[in-house]
């Protein structure tokens, strides 16, 4: 069993940046894959970026270039570093946890954070 818990989210201007942390229980962090995905309001949930177990990272396009994903296995921890923020991004963020192998589908994660909210004013 994994609980994530997620921080960091807040109210940011455009163009500001923001960091995003998910805290992981269990001896095993090292072995899980951890996504990140988001969801605004009337819209599906969609994939952000992920990390598998290798550290190799994977983003959605709409990030590309402005969000970076890392992890830290002696911390149990993922982050999200989100710069050069728009109005666009302005979503619930979930962490996610998966063994092994990341994936950018939602259903393939077996483990969710509660979710934290960012803003981004125009």
């Known amino acids: 069993q994994v609980q994530l818990v997620e921080s960091g989210g807040g109210l940011v201007q455009a163009g500001g940046s923001l960091r995003l942390s998910c805290a992981a229980s269990?001896?095993?962090?090292?072995?899980?894959?951890m996504g990140w995905f988001r969801q605004a309001p009337g819209k599906e949930r969609e994939f952000v970026a992920a990390?598998?177990?290798?550290?190799?990272?994977t983003y959605a396009d709409s990030v590309k270039g402005r969000f970076t994903i890392s992890r830290d296995n002696a911390k149990n921890t993922v982050s999200l570093q989100m710069n050069s923020l728009k109005p666009e991004d302005t979503a619930v963020y979930y962490c996610?946890?998966?063994?092994?192998?990341?994936?950018?589908?939602?259903?393939?994660?077996?483990?969710w954070g509660q979710g934290t909210q960012v803003t981004v004013s125009s």
């Open positions: 996610a946890a998966k063994p092994i192998l990341s994936s950018t589908y939602s259903n393939d994660y077996n483990y």
């Open positions: 269990g001896r095993t962090f090292s072995s899980y894959a």
């Open positions: 990390i598998n177990f290798s550290a190799f990272s």
